[in-house]
């Protein structure tokens, strides 16, 4: 049995707007998942802290931290078309980083073998110097760059049903980290076509697995065993972050897949162990990383 690293649940409360899909009964459904689990003794509870400064700049620039920070002490308001900030956003989004940045620490101390991070607001839209599609930091990000300073490789693993634009822009020229993404095209946010394989410092590190709507969980699991294992194979991570977000589900209003629940288990633990290593992943809402320790990946060729 395995133990669960649960950072949060932190619903963010203080960063919501009336009627708004991004919202803190997101965390609630989210830890519904976990409570089912009923892991008792097998559930590590891990206090989440704030993400200093330094591990933020890793991947937002200096010009729009701070005026993220300002435009939240001023009040808030729109960042664009569908993402909004409010007074107290600042310390959610500073909050939803290091809530991954602490899994990792527990991790790295054995003390768990699969991390989840329950919270919001989510962040792989996040641009390095703009917020877009309700995220504002860019939390996965945050997380990988703190483990590629630390000499690790990073595999980022993006099952939500939209492409992660802002993840893939941070590490496009970046060799420490291969970023995997599934996602429904044509659709929000129009990017990640097959040709974005990334940039000349790091090319094939990105793998874009565009698919139709309607894509079913079978497809997707297929499109991760035969398009994406051999890459991540070659790649061989030492750490494996997801960016789970649960959109793909054939219930969501807001998008076209139609995976079930046991989908995303099955997308959790994609390959067997092998005699080279037993797969490690790690899952989250969007956004929120999930984060596993992995002493080796290997897919089925
Ligand atoms: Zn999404």
Not at 100 to 108: E, F, P, Q, S, T
Not at 207 to 228: C, K, Q, S, Y
């Amino acid at each position: 049995m395995s133990t669960l690293a649960l950072a949060g649940p932190e619903d963010a409360h203080g960063h919501r707007l009336e009627g708004h899909p991004e919202r803190p009964t997101r965390i609630a459904a989210a830890m519904r998942g976990v409570d089912d689990l009923q892991l008792g003794s097998d559930l590590l509870a891990l206090p989440t802290r704030l993400a200093t400064g330094t591990e933020l700049l890793a991947v937002h620039t200096r010009d729009y931290l701070a005026s993220l920070e300002a435009f939240c002490r001023l009040g808030g308001g729109d960042l664009d078309a569908d993402t909004y900030a409010a007074p107290d956003s600042w310390p959610s989004v500073r909050r939803a980083a290091g809530a991954g940045l602490a899994v990792i620490d527990a991790l790295a101390a054995g003390r768990a073998d699969v991390g989840f991070v329950a919270v919001r607001p989510p962040g792989h839209h996040a641009l390095p110097d703009r917020a877009m599609g309700f995220c504002l930091i860019n939390n996965v990000a945050v997380a990988a760059a703190r483990l590629a300073q630390a000499g690790q490789r990073v595999l980022i693993v993006d099952w939500d049903v939209h492409h992660g634009n802002g993840t893939q822009e941070i590490f496009w020229n970046d060799p420490r980290v291969l970023y995997v993404s599934t996602h429904q095209t044509p659709f929000y946010p129009w990017t990640g076509r097959a040709e974005e394989i990334g940039g000349p410092g790091a090319p094939g590190l990105t793998v874009n697995i565009p698919l139709p709507a309607g894509a079913t969980g079978d497809i997707v699991r297929r499109a991760f065993d035969e398009v994406a294992a051999p890459v991540v194979d070659d790649f061989d991570p030492s750490w494996v972050l997801v960016s789970a977000g649960f959109d793909a589900h054939r219930d969501d209003p807001m998008a076209d897949f139609a995976l079930s629940s046991g989908d995303f288990a099955a997308l959790a633990n994609p390959w067997p162990p092998t005699p080279r290593g037993r797969a490690g992943w790690c899952w989250s809402s969007r956004g929120a990383t999930t984060l596993r320790r992995s002493a080796r990946v290997c897919g089925p060729r």
